[in-house]
């Protein structure tokens, strides 16, 4: 049977746990937990490992590396992909967020989604919010004009976000991106891929590793199998994050959106995207 490397990072991430006690009723057990956790504060770690004392089920399957530094999300993601690649009973790295929680057939029918075709290179389910709205069904890559158009600073969007989820009666459909928040990667894919991009340190790596595994040649499957539910937005600290956290965040967001459009678009979208900028903050401001 296919051994699973599931990948958490964390940082402060007080809402895990459901995550964890979903993985607890998994009904496929092969798997091993790597918890890579960016210098949390000592509560949280404190809370980790008492929760790990108390499942020793989930115990036994699960590492936990603590950095020293927030070291970013991708950096922490190729953590797990060094130890995927070292490990020849592990073909298959699932990256999930430490807010979502799921039905137990989750792992399964990720799984069973590569079995149909040879050249998927990696996948994700329909993820909903608690509410059943949907969060994610597959991600738009913007054009040129969408990207300066737009009264935000993205490159990609999700598609159909925040209506009322329907199932298609497709079980598995190719997509265009696919989202970081639980993505079932082979083991192939990644040897031909490679790393994450670390220049990202938070926000555009899934959109960047999703183009390179296009580039490849592999195949990017939403499934409607099983789901995720995405507790976006509830507060990971058990303390006010506040205006400073939410502008770290979005610094971090922009950055990653800059690197991008470097790398990637003629330099003229890079200047008049960064000319949009404070026109943009000023509208949402004021909208709001």
Known sequence: MDRILIVIITYNSYSIFKTLDSLILQDNQNYQLLLIDNNSESGFKLK??????SHLQLKIKTEVIQNEVNVGFAKAVNIGIQK???DRSINYLFLLNPD???PPNLLSAGLNVFDTDKLIGACCPVILYPDKRIWWVGTKL??????????????SEHLLKNQHWYEENQPIQEVE?????????????????????????????DVDYSLRLKHK???LIKFETSKVFHNVGSKDKETDQGFFYTLK????????????LLDNKPI????????????????NFFRK
């Open 249 to 260: 965040r979005r610094k971090y967001y922009l950055k990653s959106v800059f690197l991008y």
């Open 142 to 155: 913007l054009s040129n004009k969408e990207i300066l158009k737009l009264d935000n600073f993205s490159i």
């Open 217 to 219: 040649n592999f195949k």
């Open 48 to 53: 980790i490992w008492n929760y790990l004392r």
């Open 177 to 205: 991106l696919l989202t970081g928040c639980a993505m079932f990667i082979s083991k192939q894919a990644i040897i031909a891929v490679g790393d994450f991009n670390e220049r990202y340190f938070m926000y555009v790596e």
């Open 100 to 102: 979502t929680f799921f």
């Open 268 to 283: 003229h979208i890079l200047v008049l995207w960064i000319l949009k900028i404070p026109i943009s903050l000023v509208w």
């Open 84 to 86: 995927l690649l070292k």
